[in-house]
């Protein structure tokens, strides 16, 4: 976000023995002594079709691509670690149009993204020496599809944040909704979101006009220096899906996404902005969503949601927890429709609230926190007992935040 703040991940790497030349911040850091036979570093894009062992290791010492025709299969267990690095050598794993992962993870044997930073074993959930508010210390998962967006100018493509545009893996958009993707089920991302430029960061996991035809459930993103799940565009659905640590967004939705978010939880961080941020559509196409069944955890300085450029959509079945009281100087702790278009579309019925639950924070009323109306679909409820929000037990013992009891007390 901030020059100094994309310096931190690397001198945070180096002050846990990670080794290797750094040179001007862009050098990845490489891991001087990979484990023999266990340890694979991935160095070039993936062209065929390969698959990735249970008991492995895998080491990304760049951008990789999985490029269209190719499958990329990682089996149960599977711990996928990206070098130190940020700009132009940012590590990240890129789905490109036309390829597909099938990461099928289970309860017992997630599938681990992470830093080579991460002294974590296959067969541990929680890390034995890094903090889960740790963020930046590689890129992300980017998946990539052929399914519509609305884009500006409304041209059919275009090319992803968070990737140069000399890379055309990085494009995303197309005239297929029921595009597939493939399978993304039981899988941790942690400690990602590298810089590779001035506010350029990548998120957790990125799906960027990816189709009704992919399977995405059960993901957890840790620490992430950008935001937690952002949707470009696209028709996927997604479910079973928990965000903690976020550094900008919990849940980020752009482009006219037109899936469904079923069965969420944001547990914001310090330095998360928002729990929720909702764009609106940038073309002609006007593609709307749903988030439903959420349960939302804030700290002293994060917005429940900020609703903006047009927004549309139904949110419903929300419970927000602990969020500060709402300050107008800087819209903290609150829930805002920003923008005339926004305004409209909520008069209108584009954009819909239902079942909306607070703890509301002293001396605050729910006009103060739900703004522009959106007070009359909000009840204040006492700590433990709400009535809607997110069945935590999706997210029992193969989740970091679950072991790390962080799903309670809520």
Request: aromatic share 8%.
């Amino acid at each position: 976000m901030k020059n100094f703040k994309s310096l931190l991940p690397i001198f945070a790497a180096l002050l846990l023995g990670v080794t290797g030349c750094i040179e001007g911040n862009d050098r990845p850091v490489i891991d001087p002594t990979p484990e023999p036979g266990n340890e694979v570093l991935i160095t070039t894009n993936i062209t065929s079709n390969t698959t990735w062992e249970t008991g492995k290791t895998y080491v990304l010492a760049g951008r990789i691509s999985v490029t269209a025709g190719n499958t990329l299969t990682i089996q149960p267990g599977v711990l996928v670690k990206g070098e130190v690095g940020s700009g132009s050598n940012a590590t990240a794993l890129i789905i490109a149009r036309g390829a597909k992962i099938d990461a099928q993870g289970t309860a017992t044997s997630p599938i681990i993204f992470t830093t080579i930073a991460d002294e974590i074993q296959p067969g541990q959930i929680a890390s034995p020496n890094l903090t889960p508010d740790l963020s930046g210390l590689w890129g992300g998962l980017l998946i990539l599809g052929n399914a519509p967006g609305s884009f500006a100018g409304d041209v059919t493509e275009i090319q992803i944040e968070g990737i140069p545009p000399s890379d055309t893996n990085g494009l995303y958009g197309g005239t297929d909704p029921a595009d597939n993707s493939g399978v993304l089920r039981y899988v941790s991302i942690r400690h990602g979101g590298a810089n590779i430029g001035e506010g350029n960061e990548i998120n957790g996991l990125t799906l960027g006009g990816v189709g009704s035809g992919t399977v995405i459930e059960y993901v957890e993103v840790v620490g992430n220096q950008d935001d937690g799940i952002e949707w470009f565009g696209g028709t996927v659905d997604v479910s079973n899906a928990l965000v903690w640590n976020a550094g900008d967004d919990g849940m980020d939705t752009d482009q006219a996404w037109s899936g469904t978010l079923d069965n969420f939880v944001v547990v914001a961080g310090t330095e998360t902005d928002h729990a929720l941020e909702i764009d609106g559509p940038e073309g002609s196409a006007l593609g709307g969503h749903t988030l439903t069944n959420g349960t939302l955890v804030g700290t002293g300085s994060t917005e429940l949601g900020d609703f903006r450029d047009g927004a549309r959509g139904t949110f419903s079945n929300l419970y927000f927890f602990n969020f500060p009281a709402p300050a107008d100087s800087d819209g903290r702790g609150d829930l805002s429709l920003s923008g005339d278009k926004t305004v409209a579309n909520f008069t209108n019925g584009d954009l819909v609230f239902a079942n909306l639950e607070t703890t509301l924070p002293a001396n605050a009323t729910l006009t103060d926190v739900f703004k522009g109306g959106t007070d009359a679909f909000a009840s204040d409820v006492a700590a433990g007992t709400n009535t809607v929000g997110a069945d935590l037990t999706a997210f029992a013992s193969w989740t970091w935040a679950s072991v790390a009891a962080e799903l309670t007390n809520f």
